[in-house]
């Protein structure tokens, strides 16, 4: 009887425990991963209230400018997709730093959805002394007009070249126009 028992005994934790298996355990997974789900939607928002009080902040700033300052921000980054005017002026700038200018072209680069700062890739191909592309750039960068220099390309062939002395340089570049979906 006492080995009855003791089978009983073992036989109802063994169907406690499969019992606590299949009901109960994915019961507490659930309640695990409710949990972390819960944490990861309190992350969202601090993250989201964070980027809301950057863009009051920013908002404010723009609002707080002057018409002078809302002008100088349309130079440097007009409201509307001007690839001839920022031809004309790095067109103008290179040629009163020295350089003679033999294409400059332009071209789209990819933008990501949302985005209001857009870019226009520029090309600049011009042949000149080392101090006059050094004077192109300083100065095409430090225009009103935001011209990044990403990469320069020279060219120093001078049993080939035309004007011996002089480098043949590929200045890459973007401008920027802003995107305001008007």
């Known amino acids: ?38 944490e990861l939607e309190r992350e969202d928002v601090a993250f989201l209230e964070e980027t809301r009080a950057e863009v009051h902040r920013a908002a404010s700033f723009f609002s707080s400018l002057g018409p002078n300052e809302r002008e100088l921000i349309e130079l440097a980054a007009p409201s509307f997709k001007d690839e001839i005017n920022a031809v004309v002026v790095l067109d103008r700038i290179a040629r009163e730093n020295g350089l003679s200018v033999e294409d400059i072209r332009t071209g789209n680069s990819p933008v990501a959805e949302g985005e209001i700062l857009r870019k ?19 100065r095409a960068e430090n225009s009103l007009r935001i011209f990044d220099v990403e990469r320069v390309i020279i060219n120093s062939n001078d049993e080939e070249a035309e004007n011996p002395g002089l480098l043949s340089v590929e200045i890459l570049g973007n401008v920027y126009f802003t995107e305001t979906g008007n």
């Open 1 to 38: 009887m006492t080995n009855t028992r003791s089978t009983v005994f073992f036989v109802s934790i063994v169907v406690s425990l499969v019992f606590a298996w299949f009901f109960v355990w994915p019961s507490l997974q659930g309640i695990d991963a409710a949990k972390k789900a819960i």
């Open 120 to 138: 226009i890739s520029v090309t600049v191909i011009a042949e000149g002394s080392y101090s006059s592309v050094k004077a192109f750039i300083l």
